[in-house]
């Protein structure tokens, strides 16, 4: 039975994440569009820590002149703040600016409109159901999250 349910998970979440996937973010203010990638650069950056390039692109699998390209590309439009490590001049450091942090609480995984036209392909019964799966698996995922972060820290969670 666990086999089974693997399976069809692995095999329903890809459809609905490509369905239903966000492919640009906006940003609110100034309606410039990012792509998904630079979106998720965003995602690893701080307002108040700074985190060296090089960690980054390594970090996310890319090269360093990648990783260089889409930061030169994200100072320009405001989102990142490049600085010099105070300890070592020769290491960049990155920062997220004020319109970074806002571009990033906009954005999402799941564009809203594709998810209300998927689910609008199912009777309401169809949707109850679907919802109280999602729910369920939704709070499994809680659950497994907590452990990992309570093994983590040395205590256990009640189950």
């Known amino acids: 039975m666990q086999r089974t349910a693997v399976h069809q998970v692995m095999q329903c979440y890809p459809r ?3 369905a239903c996937h966000t492919r640009h973010v906006q940003d609110p203010k100034t309606r410039r569009v990012l792509s998904a990638h630079q979106a998720s650069i965003l995602d690893h950056l701080d307002e108040r820590e700074p985190i060296a390039l090089n960690y980054l692109a390594k970090h996310m699998g890319v090269t360093l002149s990648t990783m260089s ?4 590309r994200l100072v320009r439009k405001g989102y990142v703040r490049r600085t010099r490590d105070p ?17 990033r609480e906009a954005s ?12 609008a392909e199912l009777g309401a019964d169809e949707l109850r159901k679907g919802l109280e799966g999602l729910a369920l698996l939704a709070e499994a995922a ?3 999250m907590a452990r990992q ?11």
């Open 16 to 18: 609905i994440y490509f």
């Open 108 to 119: 999402t995984v799941l564009d809203p409109q594709r998810v209300s036209a998927m689910l």
């Open 142 to 144: 809680n659950r497994r």
């Open 149 to 159: 972060a309570s093994r983590k820290r040395g205590t256990r969670v009640r189950e």
């Open 87 to 103: 300890r070592d001049r020769r290491r960049l450091q990155l920062l997220l600016t004020t319109a970074g942090l806002r571009l």
């Open 69 to 72: 390209l889409n930061m030169e």
